[in-house]
């Protein structure tokens, strides 16, 4: 058997398999693969950072990995509804920090390692802090938070840094992993147009002509909230504010004669709940950390660089090479053809860019550049641009402009040419 | 706090599972009994994403203790676990995830089991082999749990490598989740649709009698009939059939627009393609329809075959239509326009699914049952259905190893370098590699850097005595997928990585839970998953 001095803080026998795998080079490894100590040694001693709603899945299988350096970072606390998936938490965890508990648990279970839990949002830490680490891996769950990690390990890439994103996520039976390396190959953003566009409901059928019972949760939540609890937030986790919204829900279904509305329904219209199963996460996040360790020894070729699971028919893997998009406002240097009807009002622009994914931003604002359209902040400017949104396109730009959308959650600039359409 | 309908602790625990497979599932789930041969990395894993679901118990059969290796991979042993039962230890660490699972562990091999207490092994729901379990005792397994109907899963998991072989008798699933179960009856409608057309779209054409808001309100599935019907008129009561004259028809569609905004109108010319299929039986519906199973019924004849045999009676009284699933999807209409045809599709269905409980009714009598037996919510959950449901007739492990080995499947892919069939033919090398030693003091290909070469060598006959008993002819280049395949298993030192292993749990554990719940549609019979080129195939065997 191999003897290995690096590894091993434990028995020289812990990691004999693993070894195995980096002291012997396989049929398809690269050929510039050393085996022997130096992939182990890079591999205790690589940075890597996890984050995400597999995050559970992603600290245990980078531990059990080899990787010894781990942090991780969470905001989020722990919910009974997460228990059903997220292994390391337990009825008694429910309130804490997710990030710190998991750390916990992973370092007594896996002797060696060491995991440091930040208890915030990815967008609290600066570039200094993420120039740290050799491998990012993330399983996040929203596509802002995907946005704004890509964005940041593009903006990061120079000559000494280029740090590999490798994402994961899940929806029931299905889910996907893939490889970014940031300039080199296709980003989060060049495949922002896979993503399904939001179907949103028109105002006008949730205040007057509703048919379905998400429509009367949304008039309670969207309507009736604002109107009858002024600036009181909506907080998605508390039930009393969600009862309130059950039962207006439920007395505006029962005055149209609409069947359907449930607590359970509420919940997921309100929340935005994706389904999402232990198995699942198990796959996509094994998937991804199958990826960092063989991007950190080389000892196999990685994935190039998309991978599709969906097993709620047969197994089904759809495993491709996504294009890095010339005009990805990210990692390509173009702007993106965009066609407006000259005869909207900017206001209806905005409204317009809600509906497709990789527009779809909290706070943008809008800028040519011969003038500033709309801006969400200072106050000043906010209010000195405002009348802009009662006008027409056609008052404010022409044909060929360059319009630039920025907003505060992306550190990036979408920009666009703009033409008119007849 | 106290609301009617606010979820239970359960419900909240269990919320975003409930969303998939429902409280049916759950309950399917929460009887089952899973057992475990061999607390492998995968093994536990696959048992992870089985408790946390709230499996209602799991046995898990393993003589092995605790070694340094094992802690390696295995995330449910750790330090204190060393030299004990494995079984016993993996048993007490995946228990701690869900205080509402009940585990047990046996400190014995299944060869054991099998050859002195067989009868053990039929209170089961499921059984999953992983690890090194050689042939003889596979195919006993199989031997005695496949006449039973019990799934018996076979995870091999060895470096990069996986693969998961279902044996499963016979499996109907009738809630198979598809997209959608909209028939709009379109091509066929029932008069009480076809009498809301008439009254609803009179005056479609009437810019005096009709007013801009109610016809930019017309729900677009009345639209479409009222077009239909036109349509007809001026084509030998034929509906439009092929591309073009869909296309034509989509002109009509638009020509009566009144403005360029009415999006009724859009919705209906975008509903032209999807929803202009003349009616027909779908093939897995048929098959069912066909089975010797649903033409002769017995006394001893499932819930399935009886409900598919009344479904099948009613279609053909009924010029060969399915019972109406009976929904609707959204559409721009008025809130009181949308409800009266939602429940003109709702009456349709209840009608048709009354007559069905009919049918099973006298079905029933007419075997000398009890007519009362089934619920009317099974009948109603087929009805719902009987367009998307699948029977999955699967093959027995001595059918694939012995009795009807499908030779060709494998030799077809022969020739393909990068097919996935060269892991089937090195993990079955690594299976009889493993069989040919006695049960003590096993060693697996690769274990030592000293015996990769002979070891390797040994594979790869094992693989040339395969193809030369399944009579396929290979040449020295068409094995060079399976040589490759041979030295990635060797390399591996039959040594699980832990990453590989999570991924086998995830989707043994998905395939498990497709099989418990009859819901969704599992893989039939074998997956295979490299994990250099990320990549999976199904292969019937």
Known sequence: MATTTVLTTESPDRWKYLNNILTRRGPYSDETFEPGDEPKAFLADLKIFGAGGLGCEILKNLALSGFKDIHVIDMDTIDISNLNRQFLFREADVGKSKAEVAAAFVMKRVRGVKITPFNCAIQDKDDEYYKQFKIVVCGLDSVEARRWINATLVNLVGEETLIPLIDGGTEGFKGQARVILPTISCCYECTLDMLTPRAAVPLCTLASIPRQPAHCIEWASVIQWPKEKGDLKIDMDDPEHVTWLYTKALGRAKEFNIPGVTYAMTQGVIKNIIPAIASTNAIVAASCCSEALKIATTASPYLDNYMMYTGDESVYTYTFQHEKKDDCPVCGNLPQALTVDPESTLEELMEKLQERPETTLKKPSLRTSAKSLYLQAPKQLEEQTRPNLEKQLKELMEEGDELSISDPGMPFNLRFIISFSS | ?541
């Open chain 2, 1 to 541: 706090m106290s609301v009617p309908g606010a979820p239970t602790a359960k419900e909240k625990k269990y919320d975003r599972q409930l969303r998939l497979w429902g409280a049916g599932g759950q309950e399917a789930l929460e009887t089952a009994h899973i057992l475990l041969i061999n607390a492998t990395a995968a093994g536990s894993e696959t048992l992870k994403n089985l408790v946390l679901p709230g499996v209602g118990q799991f046995t898990i059969v393993d003589q092995a203790v605790v070694t340094d290796e094992d802690l390696g991979t295995n995330f449910f042993l750790d330090d204190s676990s060393i030299g004990l039962s494995r079984a016993q230890k993996a048993c007490e660490l995946l228990c701690e995830l869900n205080p509402e699972v009940q585990g047990h562990f046996i400190k014995d091999t299944i060869e054991n089991i099998v050859k002195s207490s067989p009868e053990k092994l039929k209170d089961f729901t499921t059984v999953i082999a992983t690890g090194d379990v050689c042939t003889d005792t596979l195919l006993s397994l199989d031997a005695i749990l496949y006449p039973l109907g019990i799934p018996i899963f076979v995870v091999k998991c060895v470096g990069f490598t996986m693969s998961c072989r279902l044996a499963l008798a016979e499996h109907p699933i009738v809630e198979t989740h598809p997209a959608s179960t909209v028939d709009l009856r379109l091509f066929n409608p029932f008069p009480e649709l076809s009498a809301l057309v008439d009254e609803k779209t009179a005056f479609i054409n009437d810019q005096e009698k009709m007013t801009t808001h109610e016809h930019g309100h017309l729900p677009y599935v009345l639209i479409l009939l009222q077009t239909l019907n036109e349509w007809k008129s001026t084509h030998d009561n034929q509906p439009p059939s092929n591309y073009s004259q869909k296309n034509e028809f989509k002109s009509l569609l638009r020509s009566k627009m009144w403005n360029a905004d009415e999006e009724n109108f859009e919705e209906a010319i975008a509903a032209v393609l999807p929803h202009f299929n003349p009616p027909s039986i779908p093939s897995e519906t048929r098959a069912i329809f066909q089975d010797e199973k649903c033409t002769s019924l017995t006394k001893e004849s499932t819930q399935f075959w009886v409900i598919a045999r009344a479904i099948k009676e009613f279609s053909e009284k009924n010029d060969g239509l399915l019972p109406l699933p009976g929904a609707l999807p959204d559409m721009k209409a008025e809130s009181k326009d949308y409800i009266r045809l939602q429940n003109i599709y709702k009456s349709k269905a209840r009608a048709d699914l009354a007559a069905v409980v009919g049918i099973v009714r006298d079905l029933l009598k007419g075997l000398g049952r009890d007519g009362g037996e089934i619920a009317e919510s099974e009948v109603e959950t087929f009805c719902k259905h009987a367009g998307y449901a699948k029977l999955i007739r699967g093959r027995s492990l001595n059918e694939e190893y012995e009795k009807s080995p499908k030779a060709q499947v494998i030799s077809n892919e022969l020739s393909d370098p990068t097919s996935l069939i060269h892991y089937y033919l090195g993990l079955r090398a690594y299976e009889a590699f493993i069989s040919e030693q006695s049960n003590a003091q096993r060693t697996a290909p690769g274990a030592e850097d000293s015996t990769v070469d002979a070891d390797t060598e040994k594979l790869k006959k094992h693989v040339t005595e395969l193809l030369d008993k399944l009579s396929i002819t290979y040449s020295s280049e068409l094995l060079e997928g399976t040589e490759k395949a041979i030295g990635e298993i060797v390399r591996a030192g039959g040594g699980e990585l832990h990453n590989i292993s999570s991924l086998t749990g995830g989707v043994v554990a998905q395939e498990v839970i497709k099989v418990i719940t009859k819901q969704y549609i599992p893989m039939n019979n074998t997956v295979l998953f490299d994990g250099i080129s990320s990549r999976t195939t199904v292969y019937q065997l």
